[in-house]
Protein backbone atom coordinates (compact mmCIF):
# COMPACT_ATOMS: atom_id res chain seq x y z
CA UNK A 1 0.00 0.00 0.00
CA UNK A 2 1.28 3.16 -0.45
CA UNK A 3 2.21 6.01 2.10
CA UNK A 4 -0.06 9.06 2.13
CA UNK A 5 1.12 11.63 0.50
CA UNK A 6 0.77 15.23 2.44
CA UNK A 7 -2.83 15.84 2.27
CA UNK A 8 -2.91 18.90 0.14
CA UNK A 9 -0.74 21.92 -0.15
CA UNK A 10 -3.19 24.95 -0.88
CA UNK A 11 -4.55 28.67 -0.16
CA UNK A 12 -5.68 29.46 3.05
CA UNK A 13 -8.79 30.69 2.31
CA UNK A 14 -12.04 29.94 3.56
CA UNK A 15 -14.32 27.87 1.12
CA UNK A 16 -13.38 25.04 -0.74
CA UNK A 17 -14.09 23.15 -4.30
CA UNK A 18 -17.60 21.35 -3.58
CA UNK A 19 -19.30 18.27 -4.87
CA UNK A 20 -22.54 18.54 -6.58
CA UNK A 21 -24.21 17.25 -3.90
CA UNK A 22 -22.23 18.66 -0.55
CA UNK A 23 -24.72 21.84 1.02
CA UNK A 24 -23.04 24.82 0.40
CA UNK A 25 -21.47 26.27 3.48
CA UNK A 26 -23.10 29.82 4.26
CA UNK A 27 -20.70 32.85 2.73
CA UNK A 28 -18.47 34.77 5.62
CA UNK A 29 -20.12 38.09 6.83
CA UNK A 30 -19.08 40.80 4.64
CA UNK A 31 -19.17 43.59 7.60
CA UNK A 32 -19.36 44.08 11.05
CA UNK A 33 -23.02 44.52 11.15
CA UNK A 34 -23.52 41.10 8.69
CA UNK A 35 -21.08 39.08 11.42
CA UNK A 36 -23.59 40.94 14.14
CA UNK A 37 -26.72 39.91 12.51
CA UNK A 38 -24.86 36.41 11.76
CA UNK A 39 -24.49 36.17 15.62
CA UNK A 40 -27.95 37.03 16.99
CA UNK A 41 -29.60 34.79 14.12
CA UNK A 42 -28.17 32.02 15.98
CA UNK A 43 -29.27 33.13 19.09
CA UNK A 44 -25.93 34.77 20.10
CA UNK A 45 -26.25 38.47 21.35
CA UNK A 46 -22.44 40.19 20.67
CA UNK A 47 -21.01 43.97 21.85
CA UNK A 48 -19.87 45.15 18.46
CA UNK A 49 -16.00 44.73 19.60
CA UNK A 50 -16.67 41.07 19.47
CA UNK A 51 -18.44 41.02 16.36
CA UNK A 52 -15.77 43.49 15.50
CA UNK A 53 -12.76 40.65 15.69
CA UNK A 54 -14.79 37.68 14.87
CA UNK A 55 -15.47 39.40 11.50
CA UNK A 56 -11.21 40.34 11.34
CA UNK A 57 -10.57 36.86 11.80
CA UNK A 58 -12.51 35.23 9.49
CA UNK A 59 -11.39 37.70 6.66
CA UNK A 60 -8.00 37.67 7.84
CA UNK A 61 -7.94 33.84 8.16
CA UNK A 62 -6.69 34.33 11.89
CA UNK A 63 -7.17 32.21 14.84
CA UNK A 64 -9.32 33.98 17.54
CA UNK A 65 -8.63 34.21 20.81
CA UNK A 66 -11.32 34.57 23.94
CA UNK A 67 -10.16 35.35 27.07
CA UNK A 68 -12.89 35.37 30.18
CA UNK A 69 -14.61 34.80 33.49
CA UNK A 70 -16.77 31.48 33.32
CA UNK A 71 -19.66 31.69 31.82
CA UNK A 72 -19.46 34.97 29.66
CA UNK A 73 -19.94 32.95 26.60
CA UNK A 74 -16.39 32.08 24.90
CA UNK A 75 -17.03 28.33 23.86
CA UNK A 76 -20.22 29.34 22.25
CA UNK A 77 -19.03 32.27 20.09
CA UNK A 78 -17.44 29.05 17.95
CA UNK A 79 -20.54 26.48 18.80
CA UNK A 80 -22.68 29.82 17.20
CA UNK A 81 -20.16 30.32 14.09
CA UNK A 82 -20.37 26.63 13.17
CA UNK A 83 -23.50 26.48 13.00
CA UNK A 84 -24.19 29.82 11.20
CA UNK A 85 -22.06 29.23 8.82
CA UNK A 86 -22.63 25.42 8.17
CA UNK A 87 -19.44 24.08 9.26
CA UNK A 88 -18.40 21.12 11.14
CA UNK A 89 -17.40 21.72 14.64
CA UNK A 90 -14.65 20.28 15.96
CA UNK A 91 -14.10 20.68 19.52
CA UNK A 92 -10.13 19.75 21.51
CA UNK A 93 -11.10 20.37 25.44
CA UNK A 94 -7.82 21.26 26.96
CA UNK A 95 -6.54 19.54 30.24
CA UNK A 96 -3.53 19.18 31.93
CA UNK A 97 -1.18 16.23 30.43
CA UNK A 98 -3.00 16.60 27.47
CA UNK A 99 -0.79 15.20 24.19
CA UNK A 100 -0.12 14.51 20.77
CA UNK A 101 -1.73 10.77 21.02
CA UNK A 102 -4.76 12.85 22.51
CA UNK A 103 -4.99 15.74 20.35
CA UNK A 104 -3.53 15.25 16.99
CA UNK A 105 -3.07 11.36 16.02
CA UNK A 106 -2.04 8.02 17.16
CA UNK A 107 -1.40 4.96 15.74
CA UNK A 108 -3.90 1.81 15.86
CA UNK A 109 -1.13 -0.32 17.42
CA UNK A 110 -3.97 -3.31 17.61
CA UNK A 111 -4.68 -3.24 14.22
CA UNK A 112 -1.27 -2.78 12.71
CA UNK A 113 -0.21 -5.93 14.84
CA UNK A 114 -3.17 -7.90 13.52
CA UNK A 115 -1.86 -6.57 9.95
CA UNK A 116 2.07 -7.90 10.54
CA UNK A 117 0.69 -11.15 12.16
CA UNK A 118 -1.93 -11.41 8.57
CA UNK A 119 0.96 -10.66 6.23
CA UNK A 120 3.19 -12.83 8.06
CA UNK A 121 0.84 -15.74 7.81
CA UNK A 122 0.50 -14.79 4.48
CA UNK A 123 3.93 -15.60 3.87
CA UNK A 124 4.73 -11.84 3.36
CA UNK A 125 8.48 -11.63 4.81
CA UNK A 126 9.51 -8.23 3.37
CA UNK A 127 10.01 -6.07 6.67
CA UNK A 128 10.43 -2.98 4.57
CA UNK A 129 6.98 -3.25 2.51
CA UNK A 130 4.81 -4.48 6.20
CA UNK A 131 6.48 -1.24 7.94
CA UNK A 132 5.48 0.98 5.04
CA UNK A 133 1.76 -0.65 4.92
CA UNK A 134 1.40 -0.35 8.88
CA UNK A 135 2.63 3.08 9.04
CA UNK A 136 0.15 4.24 5.96
CA UNK A 137 -3.42 6.60 6.95
CA UNK A 138 -5.26 3.58 7.40
CA UNK A 139 -3.65 3.14 10.31
CA UNK A 140 -4.32 6.24 11.33
CA UNK A 141 -6.58 7.65 14.16
CA UNK A 142 -6.64 11.32 13.72
CA UNK A 143 -7.24 13.09 16.69
CA UNK A 144 -9.08 16.92 16.73
CA UNK A 145 -6.20 19.30 15.39
CA UNK A 146 -5.11 16.58 12.41
CA UNK A 147 -9.31 16.43 11.49
CA UNK A 148 -9.30 19.98 11.61
CA UNK A 149 -6.96 19.88 8.38
CA UNK A 150 -8.31 17.54 6.43
CA UNK A 151 -9.74 18.15 2.68
CA UNK A 152 -13.83 18.73 3.45
CA UNK A 153 -16.66 19.02 0.87
CA UNK A 154 -18.49 21.69 2.96
CA UNK A 155 -16.11 24.99 3.62
CA UNK A 156 -12.95 24.60 6.48
CA UNK A 157 -14.33 23.39 9.81
CA UNK A 158 -14.48 25.13 12.89
CA UNK A 159 -11.72 24.22 15.48
CA UNK A 160 -12.53 24.97 19.11
CA UNK A 161 -9.38 24.53 21.78
CA UNK A 162 -11.57 24.88 24.83
CA UNK A 163 -9.80 26.39 27.94
CA UNK A 164 -6.37 26.39 26.62
CA UNK A 165 -4.91 27.88 29.86
CA UNK A 166 -5.42 23.87 31.52
CA UNK A 167 -2.95 22.46 29.29
CA UNK A 168 0.60 22.26 29.94
CA UNK A 169 2.90 24.99 27.85
CA UNK A 170 4.59 21.81 26.44
CA UNK A 171 1.24 22.06 24.20
CA UNK A 172 1.21 25.22 23.95
CA UNK A 173 4.44 25.11 22.26
CA UNK A 174 2.92 22.00 19.91
CA UNK A 175 0.21 24.57 19.14
CA UNK A 176 2.48 26.72 17.34
CA UNK A 177 3.39 24.90 14.30
CA UNK A 178 -0.10 24.32 13.66
CA UNK A 179 -1.23 27.64 14.07
CA UNK A 180 1.45 29.30 12.19
CA UNK A 181 1.63 27.10 8.93
CA UNK A 182 -1.76 24.79 9.46
CA UNK A 183 -0.15 21.46 9.06
CA UNK A 184 1.23 18.88 11.65
CA UNK A 185 4.24 16.98 10.83
CA UNK A 186 3.56 13.04 11.43
CA UNK A 187 7.35 11.51 10.74
CA UNK A 188 6.04 8.24 9.36
CA UNK A 189 4.16 10.26 6.51
CA UNK A 190 5.62 13.48 6.19
CA UNK A 191 3.67 16.98 6.77
CA UNK A 192 -0.29 17.15 6.49
CA UNK A 193 -1.41 20.54 5.38
CA UNK A 194 -4.73 22.02 5.60
CA UNK A 195 -6.17 22.88 2.13
CA UNK A 196 -8.10 25.40 3.89
CA UNK A 197 -7.17 26.58 7.20
CA UNK A 198 -10.09 26.06 10.02
CA UNK A 199 -11.92 28.93 11.71
CA UNK A 200 -9.84 28.44 14.99
CA UNK A 201 -11.18 29.95 18.22
CA UNK A 202 -9.12 29.51 21.29
CA UNK A 203 -10.84 30.00 24.84
CA UNK A 204 -9.06 30.85 28.15
CA UNK A 205 -10.30 31.00 31.44
CA UNK A 206 -6.72 32.96 32.83
CA UNK A 207 -6.44 30.48 34.89
CA UNK A 208 -2.42 31.15 34.00
CA UNK A 209 -0.81 33.53 31.32
CA UNK A 210 -0.77 32.12 27.80
CA UNK A 211 2.44 32.68 25.80
CA UNK A 212 2.87 35.69 24.01
CA UNK A 213 4.49 33.26 21.13
CA UNK A 214 0.91 31.86 20.94
CA UNK A 215 -1.32 35.05 21.52
CA UNK A 216 0.79 36.90 18.82
CA UNK A 217 -0.30 34.15 16.23
CA UNK A 218 -4.80 35.01 16.93
CA UNK A 219 -6.49 38.35 17.17
CA UNK A 220 -7.42 38.67 20.76
CA UNK A 221 -10.22 39.28 22.72
CA UNK A 222 -11.51 39.85 26.12
CA UNK A 223 -15.19 38.61 26.79
CA UNK A 224 -16.41 40.71 29.45
CA UNK A 225 -20.14 40.13 31.33
CA UNK A 226 -22.77 41.72 29.42
CA UNK A 227 -24.31 45.03 30.46
CA UNK A 228 -27.63 45.05 31.62
CA UNK A 229 -29.60 46.03 28.10
CA UNK A 230 -27.25 43.19 26.53
CA UNK A 231 -28.17 40.84 29.14
CA UNK A 232 -31.85 41.45 29.21
CA UNK A 233 -31.72 40.43 25.03
CA UNK A 234 -29.47 37.83 25.60
CA UNK A 235 -32.43 36.35 28.08
CA UNK A 236 -35.36 37.40 25.48
CA UNK A 237 -33.20 35.01 23.15
CA UNK A 238 -32.58 31.81 25.83
CA UNK A 239 -34.89 32.37 28.51
CA UNK A 240 -38.26 33.64 25.89
CA UNK A 241 -40.76 32.25 29.07
CA UNK A 242 -39.28 34.31 31.56
CA UNK A 243 -41.87 37.31 32.51
CA UNK A 244 -40.84 41.12 31.33
CA UNK A 245 -40.83 42.05 34.87
CA UNK A 246 -38.83 39.11 36.26
CA UNK A 247 -36.45 39.71 33.17
CA UNK A 248 -35.92 43.03 34.01
CA UNK A 249 -35.60 42.28 37.76
CA UNK A 250 -33.49 39.60 37.93
CA UNK A 251 -30.36 41.11 35.27
CA UNK A 252 -30.62 44.49 37.46
CA UNK A 253 -30.01 42.20 40.88
CA UNK A 254 -27.21 40.20 38.95
CA UNK A 255 -25.58 43.42 37.86
CA UNK A 256 -25.40 44.33 41.30
CA UNK A 257 -24.50 41.22 42.74
CA UNK A 258 -21.28 41.42 40.05
CA UNK A 259 -20.41 44.61 41.78
CA UNK A 260 -20.36 42.51 45.30
CA UNK A 261 -17.02 41.25 46.84
CA UNK A 262 -17.86 37.91 45.89
CA UNK A 263 -15.39 34.80 45.55
CA UNK A 264 -17.32 33.59 42.03
CA UNK A 265 -19.31 36.26 40.24
CA UNK A 266 -22.25 34.66 38.58
CA UNK A 267 -22.07 34.58 34.48
CA UNK A 268 -24.35 34.44 31.86
CA UNK A 269 -24.89 31.23 32.31
CA UNK A 270 -26.19 31.59 35.95
CA UNK A 271 -28.40 34.34 35.08
CA UNK A 272 -29.91 32.05 32.37
CA UNK A 273 -30.00 29.28 34.68
CA UNK A 274 -31.73 31.45 37.35
CA UNK A 275 -34.28 33.05 35.11
CA UNK A 276 -35.50 29.78 33.95
CA UNK A 277 -35.78 28.33 37.49
CA UNK A 278 -37.66 31.40 39.00
CA UNK A 279 -39.67 31.07 35.98
CA UNK A 280 -40.17 27.20 36.46
CA UNK A 281 -41.65 28.56 39.87
CA UNK A 282 -44.07 31.00 38.22
CA UNK A 283 -42.01 34.08 39.80
CA UNK A 284 -43.46 37.25 37.57
CA UNK A 285 -40.97 39.58 40.24
CA UNK A 286 -38.06 39.09 42.56
CA UNK A 287 -39.13 38.10 45.86
CA UNK A 288 -37.03 38.32 48.61
CA UNK A 289 -37.07 34.79 50.29
CA UNK A 290 -37.72 32.71 46.92
CA UNK A 291 -34.57 35.05 46.25
CA UNK A 292 -32.63 33.53 48.54
CA UNK A 293 -34.08 30.34 48.20
CA UNK A 294 -32.40 30.27 44.67
CA UNK A 295 -29.29 31.65 45.12
CA UNK A 296 -27.70 28.36 44.87
CA UNK A 297 -28.54 27.99 41.05
CA UNK A 298 -26.00 31.69 40.75
CA UNK A 299 -23.98 31.34 43.44
CA UNK A 300 -21.88 27.94 43.71
CA UNK A 301 -19.59 29.17 46.67
CA UNK A 302 -21.08 29.03 50.21
CA UNK A 303 -18.95 32.20 51.28
CA UNK A 304 -20.60 33.47 48.53
CA UNK A 305 -24.33 32.48 49.30
CA UNK A 306 -24.10 33.30 53.03
CA UNK A 307 -22.79 36.70 52.83
CA UNK A 308 -26.19 37.44 50.11
CA UNK A 309 -28.47 35.42 51.40
CA UNK A 310 -31.18 37.46 53.71
CA UNK A 311 -30.83 41.38 54.44
CA UNK A 312 -28.25 41.69 51.76
CA UNK A 313 -30.47 39.70 49.00
CA UNK A 314 -33.42 42.14 50.11
CA UNK A 315 -31.52 45.14 49.72
CA UNK A 316 -30.19 44.63 46.08
CA UNK A 317 -33.98 43.61 45.43
CA UNK A 318 -35.11 46.96 46.72
CA UNK A 319 -32.05 48.87 44.78
CA UNK A 320 -32.64 46.85 41.59
CA UNK A 321 -36.24 48.06 41.73
CA UNK A 322 -35.45 51.86 42.72
CA UNK A 323 -33.01 51.69 39.69
CA UNK A 324 -35.30 50.66 37.15
CA UNK A 325 -38.10 52.83 38.45
CA UNK A 326 -35.49 55.68 37.66
CA UNK A 327 -35.17 54.61 34.20
CA UNK A 328 -38.99 53.88 33.37
CA UNK A 329 -40.38 56.89 30.83
CA UNK A 330 -42.49 59.63 32.63
N1 LIG B 1 -23.74 36.90 24.38
C1 LIG B 1 -24.46 35.77 24.56
N2 LIG B 1 -25.55 35.54 23.82
C2 LIG B 1 -26.29 34.44 24.01
N3 LIG B 1 -26.00 33.48 24.92
C3 LIG B 1 -24.91 33.66 25.68
C4 LIG B 1 -24.09 34.81 25.55
N4 LIG B 1 -23.09 34.74 26.43
C5 LIG B 1 -23.27 33.59 27.09
N5 LIG B 1 -24.37 32.93 26.65
C6 LIG B 1 -24.88 31.65 27.15
O1 LIG B 1 -24.29 31.41 28.40
C7 LIG B 1 -23.94 30.04 28.53
C8 LIG B 1 -22.48 29.91 28.86
O2 LIG B 1 -21.72 30.23 27.71
P1 LIG B 1 -20.33 29.51 27.45
O3 LIG B 1 -20.38 28.08 27.81
O4 LIG B 1 -19.92 29.86 26.06
O5 LIG B 1 -19.40 30.28 28.49
P2 LIG B 1 -17.84 30.18 28.68
O6 LIG B 1 -17.34 31.57 28.70
O7 LIG B 1 -17.26 29.26 27.66
O8 LIG B 1 -17.77 29.55 30.12
P3 LIG B 1 -16.65 28.59 30.75
O9 LIG B 1 -15.45 29.42 30.93
O10 LIG B 1 -17.27 28.15 32.04
O11 LIG B 1 -16.47 27.46 29.79
C9 LIG B 1 -24.35 29.35 27.24
O12 LIG B 1 -25.59 28.74 27.44
C10 LIG B 1 -24.47 30.47 26.26
O13 LIG B 1 -25.44 30.17 25.32
MG1 LIG C 1 -16.29 27.46 27.85
Request: a negative charge.
Amino acid sequence: MPIAKPLAVGARRFGMAMTQSAPRPVPPPASIDETLALLSGASYIAERALATVVFLSLRLGRPLFLEGEAGVGKTEVAKVLASALGRRLIRLQCYEGLDVATAVYEWNYPAQMMAIRLAEAAGEHDKDRIEHDIFSSRYLIKRPLLQALEPTTNGAPVLLIDEIDRADEAFEAYLLEVLSDFQVTIPEIGVVKAQSAPIVVITSNRTREIHDALKRRCLYHWVDYPDAAREIAILRAKAPRAPERLTAELVAFVQKLRKQDLFKSPGVAETLDWARALTELDAVALDPAQVSDTLGVLLKYQDDIVKIHGAKAHELIEEARAELRLAEPR
